[in-house]
Structure formats: C-alpha cells, structure tokens
C-alpha cells in the first residue's frame, strides 16, 4: 500500500513538471515500527535538513520524531494516514490529510441541517448503532433549529411504523443508526414493499462512507437517490479517473489494488495539492492555503488549524448523492 502511495505521488509529480515546476525529490526509507535509529541518522544528513516539505511517517514515533525535527528546521510536514497523533496540537508546520472523525461528524450534520430542513427525517433504530456520535449531533442540531424527526425501530412491523408518519407531499428522509450492510439491506427491503403498496411516498436514504463499498446495494442506492457523507470518494465515471488508472498502468504495468480508500489516487491527491501550494505560493504557502485549489480524485482538501500554534487538519468532506437518473452527484460540502 505503501508503494502504491509513492507510485501514485509520482504520477503527481509527472503532472507537476508538465505545468512546469522545478522540483527535486527524495525518497528515504526510515525503517520500520518503533525503531527510528536509521531515520535519526537520516536527520543529520544536509539533504534532509535542506528541504521544504517532507511526507510521511507511519506510526506514533515515526511521526513525532519527524515532527519535531519539521519544528526545528521550520520545514512543512505532511502526515498523510493518521488520524490520532497528538503533534498536530503544538507543531504550527503539520498538515494532517486524513480528517479527524470529529470534523467529519460537525461537517456533515451541519450540512445535512441546511439541506434537508423541508424533509421528513426518520430515523430507524436497530443492527449495530454504531453511529451514536453522529446520531446523537444530528439530533442535537435539529432540535436546535426547531426542526422535528421522528425515530423507528427495525422490527418485523417496522413497514407500519413507516407508514404511520410517512408524508406524501416531499421527501422522507430515512437514516438507519448503523452503518451496517445487513441493517441497510433490511431497510432497503422494507422500503421496497412501502412504495409497492403505496407510490405516492417520495423516499430518500441517507448515511456513510462504508456505504460506497457495499457495491451489491448500488443499483438500491439509485432507485430510492441515496446521500452518503464522506472524506473520501472515487467516482469510476469520471474522464479524470480512467486517465488517472489508464497513466498508472501505462506505467507500473498493473492496476490499482483494490483498497478504500484508494492508496495511489491518495499519493496523487497529497502531492498534487502540496506540490501545487509550493509552486504557487512558496514554502510559507500555509497563509494562503484556503486559496490553493485542485482537481483531486479522491479526497476533498479544506485545511484548517486548530489552534493559533497548532497544525493544520484536513476538513475536507462530500455529500455524494446516488441520483434515481442513475448518475452519481459529488458535492463538496467542506467550506
């Protein structure tokens, strides 16, 4: 997974010079799990006490060794997979791309408050309530806009309970707690009979980013017009995509493993924005990262600190919206 990062940053680098950038890379191995002696040694090369960015670090002590070595030089530092480490509180030069699931939970409630405010929303309890956190905001923020829901149970009478506070003008909203293949087939199936008997009834599904891999449930997804939040997406639709797996197999002459989210679009996505923030506004280009923009495949970038001598984290988030047309809609709601 790991070389399928750099090969997909590579391809970003390819793309950098064809805009005309002057750059020079390096690629160091520092080792592996909490053995960081090689990567200290690496620390008192001029190479490395020379640069302008530095990517990566894998774990805990990889990662704080690397950022304290950024905070002393003033180097930028990009932590491209974690999500938990703590150096992002006190090191003002860290980028974090992978988004905490804290912003992720502000961000989509907020935004599903703002969208849906004329909607039906039911929530149906049941399967894992794996979703608390996010149940739990979504409800808060509602209440908090004077704006009414209703809640189910999956139960075997649960087309019923539907039925009872369904509303034929506008859309129902349903949010099942869990986030669950087998939770979300079930609701899925209830629906199903509801409209049968009754076409009337506009539905609309709404729930998570584990949902895009369920991919028996697409066709679903499309005949009800589905939302999912998510920090990450890859619409295999896209021209951008099939050039983007078209490149990489000209050039390592295989495809892209079959991982979500995808390791190579992420090394592409990471060097394309940071690449691209270096060769528009110099090193110091955190003063004018809200400016820096674009045509990411997978993730959405929307840096911001969390405090005035901490880091930068990613906020980045989509609503994707399976349209009952059969089209896939990908909403950048980050900003």
């Known amino acids: 997974?790991?070389?399928?990062?750099?090969?997909?940053?590579?391809?970003?680098?390819?793309?950098?010079?064809?805009?005309?950038?002057?750059?020079?890379?390096?690629?160091?191995?520092?080792?592996?799990?909490?053995?960081?002696?090689?990567?200290?040694?690496?620390?008192?090369?001029?190479?490395?006490?020379?640069?302008?960015?530095?990517?990566?670090?894998?774990?805990?002590?990889?990662?704080?060794?690397?950022?304290?070595f950024s905070k002393e030089r003033n180097i930028k530092y990009v932590v491209p997979f974690s999500q938990s480490n703590g150096e992002i509180l006190n090191n003002g030069n860290i980028f974090q791309v992978n988004p905490l699931p804290k912003s992720q939970i502000d961000k989509a409630t907020a935004a599903f408050t703002d969208n849906f405010r004329n909607a039906n929303v039911i929530f149906v309890n049941g399967g894992q309530n794996d979703k608390v956190d996010f149940i739990s905001q979504l409800q808060n923020n509602l209440r908090g806009n004077n704006l009414s829901y209703e809640t189910v149970?999956?139960?075997?009478?649960?087309?019923?309970?539907?039925?009872?506070?369904?509303?034929?003008?506008?859309?129902?909203?349903?949010?099942?707690?869990?986030?669950?293949?087998?939770?979300?087939?079930?609701?899925?199936?209830?629906?199903?009979?509801?409209?049968?008997?009754?076409?009337?009834?506009?539905?609309?599904?709404?729930?998570?980013?584990?949902?895009?891999?369920?991919?028996?449930?697409?066709n679903d997804y499309h005949h009800f017009g589905t939302y999912i939040y998510t920090p990450f997406f890859v619409n295999e639709n896209s021209t951008e995509v099939r050039s983007f797996k078209e490149n990489f197999h000209k050039w390592y002459d295989r495809s892209l493993l079959d991982t979500n989210p995808g390791y190579g679009m992420w090394g592409y996505d990471t060097g394309l924005f940071f690449l691209t923030a270096i060769q528009q506004f110099?090193?110091?280009?955190?003063?004018?990262?809200?400016?820096?923009?674009?045509?990411?495949?997978?993730?959405?970038?929307?840096?911001?600190?969390?405090?005035?001598?901490?880091?930068?984290?990613?906020?980045?988030?989509?609503?994707i919206y399976y349209d009952t047309n059969g089209s896939i809609t990908k909403l950048d709601i980050s900003r």
Do not use: C, H
């Open 1 to 68: 997974r790991l070389q399928e990062y750099y090969e997909g940053f590579l391809l970003a680098v390819e793309e950098m010079k064809r805009r005309g950038a002057d750059l020079e890379l390096y690629v160091f191995e520092i080792g592996k799990g909490n053995d960081i002696k090689k990567l200290q040694s690496l620390l008192q090369t001029l190479e490395m006490q020379s640069l302008n960015l530095i990517i990566g670090g894998v774990n805990d002590v990889q990662i704080r060794t690397l950022s304290d």
């Open 153 to 218: 149970n999956i139960t075997s009478t649960l087309d019923s309970s539907l039925l009872s506070i369904l509303k034929t003008t506008g859309e129902n909203i349903v949010i099942p707690t869990s986030g669950d293949m087998s939770t979300i087939s079930r609701v899925i199936a209830e629906l199903r009979e509801v409209q049968e008997a009754n076409s009337e009834y506009q539905f609309r599904l709404f729930g998570y980013p584990e949902w895009q891999t369920y991919s028996s449930l697409i």
């Open 282 to 319: 110099g090193v110091n280009f955190e003063q004018n990262v809200d400016r820096i923009k674009v045509n990411s495949l997978q993730f959405p970038f929307n840096f911001e600190r969390l405090n005035n001598w901490g880091g930068f984290f990613n906020t980045g988030l989509y609503f």
